[in-house]
């Protein structure tokens, strides 16, 4: 979960980050600094998660090998389809530190709402092969995730993105690589919506945030999981959910976040929730944030004819 990378991205990281980025100075230098930033944001358990006591029977697992991977690298994932034929389908990616293992507790809930669940581990976590991912590898997989879900969902209607923690900045990319496409093409956005969770603006404002620290963070981060600048864009109704009691993440940065977005949105701050258990405690309110979500009409796309703007329950 997210909590491990916050709790590393402290004041003594931060400062050692800024005072090597500046006494370095040379390529070699930054290659290796890179490198170990990489190590500290995705911070990737190995293994199976101690909680974790086995895929259900109707799960499917698989591997996705696209010809643009390199030898020995692949996407391992999970597909649960609900019991209802032709139900809605979400694309589910996971933030940092613990793979789909440590995921199937909110992958479980997601289903028993009604919803058939495509997830996936990055190249570099649990069984997906590959290098130490890096803030484009992942948005890469994400992309690479969503043509199958096309496939196992043919229907743009009922097709969800969700992302939790730095998996909604993941989300946010990949929705707003869709929702500028429509625009450009005219056409409708192939998705029905995004729903973000426990997530943030930007790294460099998260970590600023919980450094509490001057020195120019943001400008040092290579990896930069950019939302803010990227959420108005998505062109699809939005679900932005933060646990009010959040210590890891600030509720502020969803809010942030929500409105920057264009309509149709909708805000769900859930009290007394942390970053992992706003689907549990929010129980009914969460379900009926989805329904509207998924009666949301479609945002309005720029130069097409068949969109009208149109607000989530």
Not at 110 to 122: E, H, K, N, P
Not at 132 to 161: F, K, M, N, T
């Amino acid at each position: 979960m997210y909590s491990s990378l916050l709790s590393r991205l402290g004041r003594r990281w931060l400062a050692g980050l800024c005072m090597t980025a500046m006494v370095v100075g040379l390529p070699v230098g930054c290659g290796v600094l890179q490198h170990k930033e990489r190590e500290l944001v995705f911070r990737i358990e190995p293994g199976t998660a101690t909680w974790f006591s086995g895929l259900p029977g109707d799960v499917q697992e698989f591997d996705l090998k696209p010809k643009s991977f390199k030898a020995g690298e692949s996407i391992h994932g999970w597909w649960w389809p609900a019991e209802r034929k032709n139900a809605p389908a979400i694309l589910y990616l996971h933030g940092v530190r613990w793979n789909l293992t440590g995921q199937l507790f909110r992958i479980r809930q997601l289903r028993a709402l009604g919803f058939s669940v495509l997830a996936i581990d990055y190249r570099g976590f649990g069984k997906s092969q590959g290098d130490l991912p890096s803030e484009a590898s992942v948005y890469e997989d994400a992309r690479i995730a969503w043509q199958r879900l096309e496939v196992l969902q043919p229907d743009p209607a009922l097709r969800l993105i969700y992302g939790h923690s730095l998996g909604g900045a993941v989300a946010v990319d990949l929705a707003a690589e869709l929702g500028q496409q429509a625009a450009k093409d005219g056409s409708l956005v192939p998705a029905r919506g995004l729903v973000i969770e426990s997530t943030f603006t930007s790294l460099g404002d998260v970590a600023t945030a919980m450094a509490d620290t001057s020195l120019p963070v943001r400008w040092l981060l290579s990896q930069k999981f950019d939302s803010i600048d990227k959420i108005r864009e998505i062109n699809m109704p939005l679900l932005v959910v933060h646990g009010a009691a959040d210590r890891y993440v600030p509720p502020r940065f969803s809010e942030q976040l929500f409105n920057a977005a264009q309509e149709p949105k909708r805000l769900l701050l859930v009290p007394g929730a942390t970053h992992n258990n706003s689907m549990n405690l929010a129980g009914s309110t969460y379900r009926q944030a989805l329904e509207a979500l998924m009666k949301a009409g479609p945002s309005p796309v720029a130069g097409h004819p068949h969109t009208s703007p149109a607000k989530a329950g």
